[in-house]
């Protein structure tokens, strides 16, 4: 069975920084694309920062310079750091694995990342 757990959510003032990991199980971590969204109330699930199966990695305008997205493939476990946390990165975060064109496509519970002003 397919699971993706996420930790590290938590509220923190702005400027401050924080990490998230999700941690998988279920399927061969290796191949799959991991990536971290993020959605807030009333507005649509948008993108934050992917990594690919070779490593390859991509971020949103608006977090880069700001937050790394890294994987390790041992611990089968996706992380994304993130630091100067400003009060528009408030959401719900999500991690996804996708492989095989989206024909396999996983997602977390989500974790709540608050940043106070």
């Known amino acids: 069975h397919v699971q993706l757990v996420e930790l590290g959510g938590d509220l923190v003032q702005p400027g401050g920084s924080l990490t998230l990991s999700c941690a998988v199980s279920g399927f061969t971590f290796d191949v799959y694309a991991m990536s971290w969204y993020r959605q807030v109330p009333g507005k649509q699930r948008e993108l934050v920062a992917i990594?690919?199966?070779?490593?390859?990695?991509n971020y949103a305008d608006s977090v880069k310079g700001r937050f790394t997205i890294s994987r390790d493939n041992a611990k089968s476990t996706v992380y994304l750091q993130m630091n100067n946390l400003k009060p528009e990165d408030t959401a719900v975060y999500y991690c996804?694995?996708?492989?095989?064109?989206?024909?396999?496509?996983?997602w977390g519970q989500g974790t709540q990342v608050t940043v106070s002003s």
């Open positions: 990594i690919g199966s070779r490593l390859t990695t």
């Open positions: 996804n694995a996708r492989w095989d064109f989206g024909k396999h496509d996983y």
